[in-house]
């Protein structure tokens, strides 16, 4: 039975604080070594982790992850798939580029010149999204 003598809780309560710091210590630690473990982890390592199936990376094809059509709301990769801006070139990416591609890509899917409005469309969507993009290694001209 518990005793009701202030001896009696001066002498357990640092127990009871020492072993809920313990606790809390020992928490901290496993949860920064699997921060750090998990930091280092791949996208095929993590894609197994939660049973993914991962296409191997073909390296004759870099969009080998694009399974295709179109994102509801465009984003920096389609706009770059839809551009045909190859892997290698956007880590020197600039306005002449991406005028360009635009310039080519329009070309050969005009409305005027039998080519589908939608996709003319999304040349133009994919035009301003990379113009607004933070990839540019050039200040605009």
């Known amino acids: 039975m518990l ?15 020492g072993v809920g710091v313990t606790l809390a210590a020992l928490t901290a630690k496993s949860a920064l070594s699997a921060y750090s473990k998990l930091i280092r982890l791949t996208p095929q390592q993590i894609a ?11 390296s004759k094809d870099p969009f080998w992850m694009y399974k295709g059509g179109f994102y509801e709301k465009m984003n920096e990769t389609e706009a770059l798939l839809i551009l045909e801006i190859q892997p290698d070139e956007i880590l020197h990416l600039t306005h002449d ?23 003319a469309l999304k040349i133009n ?9 933070y990839m540019f290694t050039n200040s605009k001209d």
Do not use: C, F, W
């Open 3 to 17: 005793q009701s003598d202030p001896k009696y809780l001066y002498t357990v309560l640092p127990l009871i604080i």
């Open 48 to 58: 197994i982790l939660n049973n993914i199936k991962v296409k191997p990376i073909d």
């Open 97 to 119: 580029i991406v005028k360009k591609r635009h310039r080519k890509m329009m070309l050969l899917n005009h409305p005027d010149k039998g080519g589908s409005e939608y996709l």
């Open 125 to 133: 969507r994919a035009k301003e999204v990379l113009e607004q993009s």
